[in-house]
């Protein structure tokens, strides 16, 4: 088997392939066109597209694909061959600077939002140069953005893009302050955990609301869940061992730096983290992630869910965005340093972050708001729906400390011994970790936990960039303006944290008496994707988007549109695929039970007189009431499905909210109910002892 260092980024085209295949020329031009954000000449695109092809056609290729993250949330591909027709009836392999630099899609079969009606198909294709291509299942893919005709963003890359392009440009301008003139680029670098539950793929197949709805609408509780707290970094089991080195491997393939591996909290579920990457790289490389950990799960016979609650009663699934942002030099701008307290460009870039957080509250709610979500945000596993951030005690103080005018007392760490002998004393951090909150400092980065597992983290990630840029624009204009830049820089840092220190909760976010106290400070509760969703055109996000150039107000209309689109969609799925299997399984199953008790007193009477069957009695009468109650709401349900598929727009989205979800809560009390005293043999479906523990 060959070593890690030898198979990472083989399906690559990456540095070390240009830099051997290109002529040196070329290469170097390539190198600055990216650095500098330029547009690719033909001449240059044609030897690129010559060696990329030749490249690929050695790895086994034999079609190319413009591979780009449409607003599906998912990616999307269309294959077209490298054979050209020869004179003397044969084909050569070809593959032009046009084909690698643009292709043409039909933009009116993706969501748009209205920007694209059916009639206006055309979409165009761009590659993003600054992201890799590699080779898939025989086909070299392009990294590209996706637009329309017109110009509008149809995908979730290109806001990334522009996004990136608003604080680079913005940070460049606070460093150049400070003195730092060596610093040419400065980026967002992103580490998306990723969380997924691996289930048997028999099981799976058995379960129709598994495979139309990617989670369980019904399942009473098993009697054993976490509780134990014995998965969470459990010993892996050899199936899931199998699992995992070969999603390590194809992922290492494919250049993506998969680092952490192990068992979550929940009963099959897990976690992979990677090492950071700049932010669209980032999420190229997660969408890849979530592609391969599915595929690779059905070669084993399991089935990768990535659903962020696919199962009551434990822990959902979330991503965690590690973000940081870093210059070329190698700084990383969010590294207090051991004396936070005197770097001054550290805290004006954390209070920057406060104060972005604290004025956008609704875009971060809304860049992970989304059914699945709203399952999984508030419970005891994930934060809370309210935007709350976690800068522990050391760094709180030190902005206490500045507000107040007092000198800062610095804590010493100090050691933590262990009482045996054999056990080295170990230096102990300055502040403990808090997994409560939805966006939490922690050591030289911000950890952004709410996005749910299915997420493209290029949503969250185009808002975070642009609303820490406006406020280093508005930073950057007070210190060009001033005459003595330290004096501005303390007061800047000062007045930031005494307007915006509300958004700081060191404490726990579970708890009921935060959520007053939250509401006390003014911030906002959102608790679903229907009250978050709106905000995309409040006035001042229009402003704020379109002030750097991110999303227009057509824009940011369309993907309010479309989101509202895929939460009535995705509620209409899974109401439908409940009414069916209730009135297909379910109902026929605890009749065919009922029946055969029934049958099963008669006979004991018959045969044995008088006996008592009050057992069987009781459990009859339960689950006919169990029956009566679940046909009674699963005709409720219909109508509440067709009062509401009968709505447009923001209503339909609040009918299928309010009335057709409370609904699908109710039905399933019932039916959880009847399944514990149903046989199993009578169950239409395999339980969550069926799919939770038999990997």
């Not at 642009?466 to 210190?479: G, K």
């Not at 402003?543 to 209309?557: G, I, M, P």
Request: hydrophobic share 40%; net charge negative.
């Amino acid at each position: 088997m060959s070593s890690v260092t030898e198979i990472f980024g083989c399906d690559v085209f990456n540095d070390e392939v240009m830099k051997a295949r290109l002529p040196e020329e070329t290469y170097k031009a390539l190198k600055k066109t990216i650095k500098e954000n330029k547009r690719l000449d033909i001449n240059m695109a044609n030897i690129i597209a010559t060696a990329m092809k030749d490249w690929a056609v050695e790895k086994g290729a034999t079609h190319f694909t413009h591979w780009f993250q449409p607003l599906t949330g998912v990616t999307a591909e269309k294959h077209d061959g490298f054979i050209t027709p020869a004179a003397d009836g044969k084909v050569i392999m070809e593959f032009s600077g046009k084909e690698l630099v643009k292709g043409e899609s039909d933009a009116s079969s993706f969501p748009s939002g209205g920007l694209r009606a059916t009639f206006e198909a055309r979409g165009y294709t761009v590659w993003d140069s600054t992201s890799y291509a590699f080779v898939k299942d025989g086909t070299l893919c392009i990294p590209t953005a996706f637009c329309s005709y017109g110009g509008e963003a149809l995908d979730k890359k290109t806001p990334l893009l522009r996004s990136m392009d608003a604080i680079r440009t913005e940070a460049k301008r606070i460093v150049k302050l400070f003195g730092n003139e060596n610093i040419k680029n400065i980026f967002t670098t992103v580490g998306p955990e990723q969380e997924y539950f691996l289930i048997d793929k028999e099981m799976y197949n058995r379960r129709p609301d598994l495979i139309f709805c990617g989670r369980t609408l019904m399942g009473a509780r098993p009697p054993k869940g976490q509780e134990m707290d014995d998965h969470y970094y459990g010993v892996i089991r050899p199936r899931v061992s199998a699992f995992m080195k070969e999603l390590d491997t194809e992922l290492w393939k494919l250049g993506i730096l998969a680092k952490t591996k192990h068992n979550e909290a929940a009963p099959a579920q897990h976690e992979m983290a990677p090492i950071f990457t700049t932010s669209n790289i980032a999420a190229d490389h997660n969408q890849l992630t979530m592609e391969v950990m599915k595929k690779i799960a059905e070669k084993h016979g399991l089935i990768c869910i990535l659903h962020e609650k696919p199962f009551a009663g434990v822990n959902g699934s979330g991503k965690h965005n590690n973000w940081a942002l870093s210059t070329d030099t190698g700084v990383n701008l969010l590294d207090p340093g051991q004396t936070p307290e005197d770097n001054a460009q550290f805290l004006l870039f954390l209070t920057a972050v406060i104060k972005a957080v604290d004025l956008n509250q609704d875009l971060l709610r809304l860049s992970v708001a989304s059914a699945g979500n709203d399952h999984r945000l508030g419970a005891n596993e994930a934060p809370p729906a309210i935007i709350s951030m976690f800068l522990g005690d050391d760094l709180t103080e030190v902005l206490d400390s500045i507000e107040s005018g007092k000198p800062f007392i610095k804590h010493e760490a100090g050691v933590m011994k262990f009482g045996a002998r054999a056990l080295p004393a170990i230096p102990k951090d300055n502040t403990d970790r808090n997994r409560t909150s939805p966006f939490a400092f922690t050591g030289n980065k911000f950890e952004f936990r709410m996005l749910g597992s299915t997420l493209s983290i290029s949503d969250p990630n185009t808002v975070l960039n642009t609303i820490v840029a406006d406020v280093l624009a508005e930073f950057a204009d007070r210190l060009e303006a001033t005459d003595d830049f330290v004096n501005e820089v303390n007061t800047i840092i000062k007045e930031t944290y005494r307007e915006h220190k509300r958004i700081i909760f060191n404490g726990d976010g579970y708890s009921a008496a935060w959520e007053l106290e939250a509401k006390e400070r003014g911030l906002l509760n959102l608790r679903s994707t229907v009250d978050a969703v709106v905000h995309w055109i409040d006035t001042k996000n229009i402003e704020l988007f379109e002030r750097h150039k991110v999303l227009n107000r057509v824009e940011l209309q369309c993907r309010l549109d479309i989101a509202l689109e895929n939460y009535c969609k995705t509620i209409h799925i899974e109401a439908l695929t409940l009414i069916d299997m209730v009135s297909k399984n379910i109902i026929p199953a605890i009749s065919r039970y009922i029946n055969d008790l029934s049958v099963c007193v008669v006979n004991k009477k018959a045969a044995f007189g008088e006996i008592d069957c009050e057992v069987e009695q009781k459990i009859i009468a339960k689950l006919n009431t169990y029956l009566k109650e679940i046909y009674t709401l699963v005709r409720k349900l219909e109508k509440s499905v067709a009062a509401a598929d009968s709505m447009h727009g923001l209503e339909e989205a609040k009918a299928y909210n309010r009335s057709v979800n409370a609904l699908m809560g109710e039905l399933r009390k019932p039916i959880d109910a009847a399944e514990l005293i149903t046989a199993k043999d009578y169950w239409p479906f395999p339980d969550y002892s069926d799919l939770l523990f038999t990997i």
